[in-house]
């Protein structure tokens, strides 16, 4: 199992920055994509940013420009700074994980965080 614990939420006004963290640990192989996503009141779940193993990114066209992601596979962990934050910004963010368990079973599963609420607001 991995557990991902995330971190960094608030309110900011707009304009602001907020950085989330989430920390991946428990018994996994490897970590192949770790992104970010969120999900609005009363709208589907998105995507945020996602980051591969090789540090390739790909992003949502509305955060392009003012969102960066980045992993550190060293810790595990995967960040997302958040930059001249809007309104429209105000969401849940759950940090997502596709990891190989062991290096005996091929398959990827994926892991999410609880969720962080962040609020953008003046």
């Known amino acids: 199992q991995v557990q991902l614990v995330e971190s960094g939420g608030g309110l900011v006004q707009p304009g602001g920055s907020l950085r989330l963290s989430c920390a991946a640990s428990?018994?996994?192989?490897?970590?192949?994509?770790m992104g970010w996503y969120r999900q609005a009141p009363g709208k589907q779940r998105e995507l945020v940013a996602t980051t591969t193993s090789g540090d390739s990114t790909n992003y949502a066209d509305s955060v392009k420009g003012r969102f960066t992601i980045s992993r550190d596979n060293a810790k595990n962990t995967v960040s997302l700074q958040m930059n001249n934050l809007k309104p429209e910004d105000t969401a849940v963010y759950y940090c997502?994980?596709?990891?190989?368990?062991?290096?005996?079973?091929?398959?990827?599963?994926?892991?999410w965080g609880q969720g962080t609420q962040v609020t953008v607001s003046s």
């Open positions: 997502n994980v596709n990891c190989r368990r062991s290096i005996f079973d091929s398959r990827t599963y994926d892991y």
């Open positions: 428990g018994s996994f192989f490897s970590l192949n994509v």
